[in-house]
């Protein structure tokens, strides 16, 4: 099995560049900017950790369930899977802010329906500490998070580095790049969100996707 140092290196490096620009970085920021930034920071990374931790244990067991030659080799092909699909994405995306557009809208019609959030947020103040984490905005933060990391590129390749590289690396790379990105997103807010260039994050992380690929592509299969 590989090294902890290179497990955490590919996760931290893939985990900031698929999550800068992705939907749940625009929605941390957006949250942000409508309710108090404690309980949204600690919802989405409540979220996001926790994600992090279930994805790395589908990896790691795959290796249990099916040869680890095969594992290795379809992790090549995600990879190389990925690469191609942010480059895609990265040449034909209609527009730089189009994922936080639609973030936004989404948002806005949410927020038109719910006009209480600001007695939420007086109410909030009072409760004690604890009891502010079963609060309505915690819940939202970490459900939005939690759902809108199913099924995403950065779950689905921390799956396949745990199955290639060493799971504890995997796992603390990608808790440190999630803790990165979403404390830039809650601090940052829109200001910073709406400065992000989503084709130069989606060409950045297409290509260093293609290079994992033909690392893992040409390092030998450990048994």
């Known amino acids: 099995m590989s090294s902890v140092v290179q497990g955490f290196t590919k996760s931290l490096a893939i985990t900031v560049l698929s999550e800068i620009g992705d939907k749940t970085f625009f929605a941390a920021a957006i949250l942000a900017m409508r309710h108090p930034r404690r309980l949204v920071l600690s919802g989405c990374l409540s979220a996001l950790i926790v994600m992090t931790i279930l994805s790395a ?3 790691w067991a795959a290796p249990n369930l099916i040869s680890r030659k095969w594992t290795h080799h379809i992790t090549t092909l ?3 899977g990925f690469g191609l699909w942010s480059l895609w994405d990265a040449f034909s995306g209609g527009g730089e802010s189009e ?3 639609e973030v936004e809208a989404k948002f806005d019609a949410d927020w038109k329906d719910n006009n209480g959030a600001t007695i939420d947020r007086k109410k909030k103040q009072k409760r004690p500490f604890f009891t502010q984490f079963f609060s309505p905005i915690f819940l939202k933060a970490f459900s939005i998070n939690f759902f809108g990391e199913w099924d995403d590129k950065s779950q689905l390749a921390t799956i396949g580095l745990a199955a290639d590289e060493n799971p504890f690396g995997v796992v603390l790379g ?6 990165l990105c979403t404390t830039a997103a809650v601090l940052g807010g829109k200001s910073l969100a709406s400065q992000i260039s989503e084709k130069i994050v989606a060409l950045s992380g297409g290509v260093l996707f293609i290079v994992f690929s033909i690392q893992s592509f040409l390092s030998p299969i450990e048994p």
């Open 174 to 179: 990608g808790i440190v790049g999630q803790v």
């Open 99 to 101: 994922e936080l557009a």
């Open 57 to 59: 244990f589908v990896g």
């Open 78 to 80: 995600l990879f190389f």
